[in-house]
């Protein structure tokens, strides 16, 4: 491929007019990671649902470089918990990310190591910048797509078993009046840390 290279991404048009991958995840894939662990067996029962979708655009994995791509988060609900992404720490836990929301609403849990957490909401136009350390999951709040431009450094790597095992801190959930941020009721510390 040539360089450097263009291609399109618009609120129109969110899948980029060039990419290398595209990963499909499903319901099988957060295992474990829904509060209703029932409603969970219930729907995976009735059939592995695609849950969102990632398109990259390839570049070499070493320092300097950056992955680029587009998720589309599809929407809809396990028990009272919206459709989300798996999460994950960046392996190098020192490198950051933006993303720029295309369209649909959503928010991004984030928590540290430390047990430091935040939830912001994402919305077209909403630049989201995840600093360095923090661990990030996108929810689907909405009854559309949510999708989103994102960039980070090629050599971050993702740490996805911390939160297979533990867990985010804060839940989205739909609550009563409307969506609401909840403590993880299932959520586990570290075995390794006293
Ligand atoms: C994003 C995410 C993407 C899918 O590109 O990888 O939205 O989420 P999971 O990787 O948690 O399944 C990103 O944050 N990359 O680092
Ligand atoms: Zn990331």
């Known amino acids: 491929m040539d360089l450097p290279f263009t291609y399109q991404v ?6 980029p007019s060039r990419y290398d991958n595209h990963t499909l995840r499903r319901l099988s894939s957060l295992r474990g990671q829904f509060l ?18 990632v398109y990259e655009i390839k570049r070499p994995e070493v320092y300097g470089e950056l992955l680029m791509g587009v998720t589309v988060l599809h929407p809809g609900r396990v028990g009272k918990e919206f ?11 020192h490198t950051a ?8 609403r959503g928010a991004m849990v984030m928590e540290t190591p430390e047990g430091e957490t935040a939830v912001e909401e994402l919305a077209p136009g909403k630049v989201l910048y995840v600093p360095p350390r923090w661990a990030h999951r996108s929810v689907n709040t909405g009854d559309a797509d949510l999708s989103f431009f ?6 971050a790597g993702h740490d996805y078993a911390t939160i297979e095992t533990r867990g985010f801190r804060k ?24």
């Open 10 to 15: 618009t609120p129109g048009q969110v899948i």
């Open 36 to 53: 209703d662990q029932q409603a969970y067996a219930a729907m995976l029962a009735a059939g592995d649902s695609l849950l969102y979708e």
């Open 83 to 93: 459709f989300m992404t798996k999460g994950h720490f960046h392996a190098v836990l």
């Open 97 to 104: 990310e933006v993303y720029y929301i295309l369209q649909g």
């Open 150 to 155: 994102f960039v980070y450094p090629a050599d």
């Open 171 to 194: 839940l989205v959930v739909a609550g009563e009046s409307g969506v609401e941020v909840i403590d993880n009721p299932r959520w586990q510390p570290a075995q390794d840390r006293v």
